[in-house]
């Protein structure tokens, strides 16, 4: 007989973003002649790049001939991108981040959601607070948050790091004997839309290997970073190869929400 996953049962909504799509849809059924801002999930508003558009049907023209049709793509990724990604993500910034510590997928939100799935059940996440929604969630389905408090809209055993105006949206390093072992930082942030800077984030890096805890660095929006003293990676700070995984994503800087990829770095010491 078949068991459902106990952990599924407890998250208390479906996932944020479809609730608000189906209160959406009921809304607009209900008043049409309503104009709607949307304040839920976003999307990219422009169509894909003349050069992406070539290289896409030159690929679908590849895949249409004996001589250069493609079957499976290797399981970590197209070693051409790879390294263009080590190349002009990472080194030309002076990270030192080799392709094949760089694992290509459909997509930052699928990697942020798994990645969990490596580490041990009694590991204690850290969250900001507000957060991407996709963190806490993989982690209640996997039973790793305890028991929900409905009024409080808080898992009993996670550290909530807050992000106000207060502190600059950046959350302060958590209180000592309240030590993280997994904690999760995005930064170009949603929903804030803050960002850390390099000395900043250099404190987490420090504070990540001082207390044997990984940091999950989501650097989904890296590329609307203009000012010098921000980092695009976490990989820019020193002593972050030890305790960072990064993720990034092709939906933001090049319109692939709907075409899906993205990739993970987990340096190799
Ligand atoms: C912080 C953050 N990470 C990841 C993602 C998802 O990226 P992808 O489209 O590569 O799955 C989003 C999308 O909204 C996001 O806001």
């Known amino acids: 007989m078949y068991k459902i996953n106990e952990n599924y049962l407890k998250l208390p909504g479906s996932y944020l973003f479809s609730t608000i799509g189906k209160k959406v849809n009921a809304y607009s059924a209900a008043h049409?002649?309503?104009?709607?801002?949307?304040?839920?999930?976003?999307?990219?508003?422009?169509?894909l790049a003349p050069a992406i558009v070539k290289a896409l049907h030159g690929a679908v023209e590849e895949m249409g001939r004996e001589e250069t049709f493609q079957g499976y793509a290797p399981d970590l990724g197209y070693a051409f991108l790879r390294e263009t990604i080590a190349e002009c993500d990472y080194r030309s910034r002076g990270c030192d981040i080799e392709a094949d510590e760089i694992f290509i997928s459909d997509g930052a939100k699928c990697d942020c959601g798994n990645i969990q799935e490596i580490f041990s059940m009694d590991n204690r996440i850290a969250v900001c607070d507000p957060v991407y929604p996709v963190y806490v969630d993989s982690n209640v389905m996997a039973g790793r948050t305890g028991t929900y408090d409905r009024r409080r809209?808080?898992?009993?055993?996670?550290?909530?790091m807050p992000c106000t105006a207060e502190n600059d949206f950046v959350p302060e390093l958590p209180e000592k004997g309240k030590e993280p072992d997994l904690i999760y930082l995005c930064f170009p942030n949603n929903p804030t839309g803050s960002a850390i800077t390099k000395a900043e984030l250099q404190r987490w890096v420090d504070y990540a290997n001082q207390v044997g805890a990984v940091i999950l660095y989501?650097?989904?929006?890296?590329?609307y970073i203009t000012e010098d003293n921000i980092p695009h990676s976490i990989?820019?700070?020193?002593?972050?190869?030890?305790?960072?995984?990064?993720?990034?994503?092709f939906s933001k800087n090049a319109g692939f929400t709907g075409l899906r990829l993205g990739f993970t770095v987990i340096p190799k010491n």
Not at 32 to 47: M, S, Y
Not at 153 to 160: A, H, L, N, P, R
Not at 218 to 223: G, L, T
Request: aromatic share 12%.
């Open 218 to 223: 989501d650097a989904a929006y890296e590329a």
């Open 153 to 160: 809209e808080t898992w009993s055993d996670v550290i909530y």
């Open 235 to 249: 990989f820019e700070c020193q002593g972050a190869g030890s305790c960072a995984i990064e993720f990034r994503s």
């Open 32 to 47: 049409p002649e309503k104009k709607i801002i949307r304040l839920g999930i976003g999307d990219v508003t422009q169509p």
